[in-house]
């Protein structure tokens, strides 16, 4: 029986979008015309698969009226911050920007006996599983790079958000990339691990929850086909001694509330020099506590819901037992806040590390605050995770930012910002965050595999 996939807007619990799953013979028919597509889109000339690429973004730029609405809709996000497109297209441009250079052979020498090179060539079809929280921006790190390499590209989006796929290949399709070589699938969570499973496809990038990046790698056990992820995070901020203070405040409770906290590098808990903590959490609590909670379509509204019900029911969670072993919650309950997606943002102290909201990731506007002696204990106290995507630090003195950065377990260090991809840097994590490579150069060397020439001109 075909299962229905089924979009719930957060806004009012109605059923926004809803799609059939494909069964599993036409997923396998679906991966089967991408491998049969790949090696005349490998054998396109590379500026054209990138002037293609481009011209897919642009396409996708063309229907930004109409995405941004939808995406509030489907998960959420208040419509004043006008989608993803600004970050999609900074991603693609910037991958398609240097795919000449990253992609070039490696030469090792060319004399008169030997010519030996390193050759980068696409793993074939490229399986990209998309997350919900930004859908657009996360889908277009693997898509673009995929395409540009000359691999083909299934793409699975998430239900919350389960119109993207579909808008981005009609995008790109109309762009003129052919349907083979970017298509859109609906899957459910069987077909998806039993495509990898069948080696259907030749690569996975997934972006999602810990027990989904687990699911995949089972799927892939014992297939060696290359599991790239990115799960779950606790990242931390620091404010140091010398930091500017206002910035600090608000570049952190920025990256804590955006998107109702719901960030793959946004700011969980935020640990502040002791000479500065008064002082911090009094402005913390002020910016919190001027966010307007409601309906995303209002362009006033500066935090929507949160994407569903249940995600917001594990950050009530998380609140209510901390308060329960000590801590304090220093904001009233919003009029907005109606006990379900709609939560009302939250600074919390007298937290500890025995308390789930400053162990488990959650996802929601919510984060917790400690002082600290030094840097000696705030290493400590961001190292005490089993997660490792960014930490956000917050100094005058960029020495001593590389030098904390150098012993804090994460994929990327942040001096005076946070919450930011970089496109021209490795997106990556370590310990429960996953492995992998995104953007950047490397991320164009996960997307393909050596293969070295050892060419011998003469005989002897």
């Known amino acids: 029986m075909t299962q229905t996939l089924r979009c719930i807007s957060p806004i009012d619990g109605s059923v926004f979008a809803e799609r059939p799953a494909l069964s599993a013979d036409a997923a396998r028919a679906a991966a089967a015309r991408a491998r049969a597509a790949q090696p005349a889109w490998a054998a396109r000339p590379l500026r054209e698969r990138v002037a293609l690429v481009r011209a897919g973004i642009a396409a996708v730029g063309a229907m930004n009226d109409e995405v941004v609405p939808e995406l509030a809709r489907m998960m959420g996000r208040p419509v004043r911050y006008g989608g993803e497109f600004r970050g999609f297209e900074e991603r693609g441009a910037h991958m398609a920007a240097i795919a000449e ?174 000479s500065l903590y008064d002082a911090f959490v009094e402005k913390a609590v002020a910016w919190a506590g001027a966010q307007r909670l409601g309906n995303p379509l209002d362009p006033e509204t500066t935090l929507g819901p949160m994407a569903h019900v249940r995600f917001a029911r594990l950050v009530r969670e998380q609140i209510d037992a901390a308060v329960a072993a000590g801590a304090t919650a220093h904001l009233p309950k919003d009029p907005a806040d109606d006990g379900g997606a709609y939560l009302t943002p939250q600074v919390l102290t007298g937290v500890t590390h025995d308390m789930a909201v400053m162990r488990e990731e959650s996802f929601g506007p919510v984060v917790g605050i400690m002082p600290v002696r030094d840097d000696e204990e705030a290493i400590r106290l961001m190292n005490d995770s089993r997660f490792g995507l960014t930490a956000s630090l917050w100094t005058a003195d960029p020495d001593r930012a590389a030098r904390v950065g150098d012993r804090v377990e994460t994929g990327t260090i942040f001096m005076n910002r946070a919450d930011y991809l970089d496109p021209a840097l490795c997106w990556t994590g370590c310990k429960d965050t996953g492995r992998g490579a995104g953007l950047s150069v490397l991320g164009y060397h996960a997307l393909t595999r050596p293969k070295s020439y050892h060419l011998k001109k003469v005989r002897s």
């Open 101 to 274: 250079e990253a992609l070039a052979d490696i030469a090792v020498s060319d004399d008169a006996q030997f010519r030996r090179y390193i050759r980068r060539l696409p793993w074939g079809v490229v399986f990209v599983v998309a997350p919900w929280n930004y859908p657009w921006m996360t889908a277009i790190n693997t898509v673009a790079p995929a395409l540009i390499a000359g691999n083909t590209v299934l793409l699975k989006h998430a239900t919350q958000t389960l119109l993207v796929g579909e808008r981005m290949a009609k995008a790109f399709h109309s762009a003129g990339v052919p349907e083979d070589v970017f298509q859109n699938v609906f899957l459910d969570h069987d077909t998806a691990s039993a495509l990898i499973a069948e080696r259907a496809v030749d690569f996975v990038n997934f972006t999602g929850s810990v027990p989904g990046g687990q699911a995949m790698e089972r799927a892939a056990a014992g297939t060696f086909i290359p599991v790239a992820t990115e799960l779950g995070g606790k990242d931390p901020g620091y404010v140091m001694d010398d930091a500017d203070l206002d910035a600090a405040v608000d570049g952190l409770m920025d990256g804590a509330m955006f998107n109702s906290g719901q960030c793959c590098c946004g700011i969980e808990r935020i640990y502040v020099h002791q």
